[in-house]
């Protein structure tokens, strides 16, 4: 028998009737060189089961060993997140059975976490903070991948077979849990959006991670329920799985709020389960009923000794914490002299630290920045690439700056060298070099080139001499295509005021 189906309902009458409780839980790859217990590399994307050994692989007679760089990254995150670090904590062994999961239970931590009772401002959209309650980072291991072949949307159902890949299995996670986050009303899906765009933010400033969400370094599992509004309850909460970019975590609450408000004014029950969003169509569908933590069976894992961080190894680590995002973008803007909408679309468009790396290369702000958001996002948009990935450096960017203020080249010469640093033609003075971009500097030459041009054009001549300067860009025309656009325009244009004066 079907489940029933039920219409969506208005978002501003689900606002209007309900109040929204959210959860979020972020899983964190950490980007160590080995795994969480064993000594197996974390490259992504190699040929698969090419990165197991017993260990990971879960075979009889193999024993863990913790990895220290992941506790390190672990206790970094949970500072960052203003939490207290646990002075002693240790692994559990979470039982269930799923085909990626080779040893057939997760080491993970469950009453013990390393990191718990913290806190993040995230700020929104008009500029209100919202601080969002953190109840645990824990740590733990990855899964492997099921790769599901024949199938029309790449999941299970409807394959045809299934692939197992266990290179990912036993790779470093954190895990971070929220509180549950109340009083969000109409701005629920922009709060979830904006903690996991912070999150991800600070997790990236740590350097523990590289927080790709397209290729699953970080993912975010959206607990959503609904209440009757001023009641104060809590309702039945549903779990939207792996959710994969920031766009989709807003989304995904915002189809759920309109899902299960459907629901409960037809006089139905909201099912505890995991869900699956759907890119396509922005809605979620069931997955499976939602187990309880005791259906886990979680017990002490017997293989590995409890973790007992020093104070003093803690102040260690929080002494290598960086400037947070936030602090880092407010000093920016200020140095910078940006408006909170210039600052924020620098940071949409990913070119904050593009412009900051160039302007540490020695380039003044206003000529990285003018780069970075106008014609490199050009040549990254018709890529179809984020910026960062563009074939092309900041000390580079910064180079072909420094080339244009010192009149070695022209602007529209610097977007070619910038094309053939682009094209992988080499660093930027050698395109220069080999494209023979250099501004023409001889002096003789380009008075050769402007009296030619004069002399082609006696009627423009006596424009100017009549008090028509404008018309001197005629000729200024006329020399920048003798010389294959490699005058300094400007002193073409003094030379022949000189000559017409």
């Not at 060993?65 to 960052?80: Q, T």
């Not at 501004?439 to 002399?455: C, K, R």
Request: with cysteine.
């Amino acid at each position: 028998m079907s489940a029933p189906v039920y219409d969506l309902v208005d978002f501003d009458e689900v606002v209007e009737k309900f109040d929204p409780a959210l959860g979020l839980e972020v899983h964190v790859e950490l980007s160590t060189k080995t795994k969480m217990f064993c000594g197996c590399p974390t490259t992504f994307g190699a040929e698969p089961n090419t990165q197991v050994c017993p260990t990971c692989l879960g075979l009889p007679g193999s024993l863990p060993v913790v990895n220290k760089a992941a506790v390190e990254a672990a206790i970094r995150i949970g500072l960052a997140l203003n939490c207290s670090i646990a002075p002693w904590c240790r692994f559990a062994r979470k039982n269930y059975f799923y085909p990626d999961m080779p040893k057939n239970f997760q080491t993970s931590q469950y009453d013990e976490p390393i990191a718990f009772d913290g806190y993040l401002d995230v700020v929104l959209d008009d500029g209100e903070t919202f601080r969002v309650g953190i109840e645990r980072a824990h740590m733990e291991e990855d899964t492997g991948k099921s790769v599901h072949i024949g199938g029309a949307d790449g999941r299970i159902h409807g394959a045809e077979y299934s692939l197992l890949d266990y290179n990912r299995a036993g790779v470093p996670l954190i895990e971070i849990v929220t509180k549950p986050i109340l009083g969000t009303r109409e701005r629920a899906p922009e709060i979830a959006r904006a903690y996991v765009t912070a999150l991800r933010d600070l997790i990236k400033a740590l350097g523990v991670s590289d927080v790709r969400m397209d290729q699953g370094s970080l993912r975010c599992d959206v607990n959503l329920s609904l209440a009757p509004r001023g009641s104060g309850e809590l309702g039945t909460r549903t779990e939207t799985k792996n959710v994969n970019s920031l766009r989709s975590v807003e989304r995904a609450v915002r189809h759920e709020m309109c899902r299960q408000a459907g629901v409960l004014l037809a006089g139905g029950e909201v099912v505890q389960e995991t869900r699956h969003f759907l890119e396509d169509t922005a809605s979620t569908r069931p997955g499976r009923r939602k187990e309880t933590s005791e259906d886990y069976r979680y017990f002490p894992e017997p293989d590995l000794v409890p973790i007992a961080p020093s104070e003093e190894w803690i102040e260690e680590l929080r002494a290598t914490l960086p400037e947070l995002p936030w602090a880092r973008r407010a000093r920016l803007q200020k140095e910078w002299q940006l408006s909170d909408e210039e600052l924020r679309d620098l940071v949409n468009a990913g070119a904050l630290d593009l412009i900051e790396a160039t302007v540490a290369a020695g380039a003044p702000a206003d000529d990285a920045r003018a780069w970075w958001v106008a014609y490199l996002t050009q040549q990254a948009n018709a890529r179809e690439i984020p910026l960062d990935e563009l074939p092309i450096t900041p000390a580079q960017v910064a180079r072909v700056i420094e080339l244009v203020k010192s009149g070695e080249l022209t602007n529209k010469l610097a977007r070619e060298a910038v094309n053939g640093v682009l094209a992988g033609e080499g660093d930027v003075d050698e395109v220069v070099a080999k494209r023979g971009l250099a501004v023409v500097s001889d002096e003789g030459e380009l008075v050769a080139a402007v009296e030619a041009a004069l002399a082609a054009q006696p009627d423009v001549v006596e424009k100017i001499r009549g008090g028509k300067v404008q018309a001197a860009g005629a000729i200024v025309g006329a020399v920048m295509k003798a010389t294959g656009g490699k005058a300094d325009a400007k002193r073409v244009r003094e030379l022949i005021l000189e000559r017409c004066s």
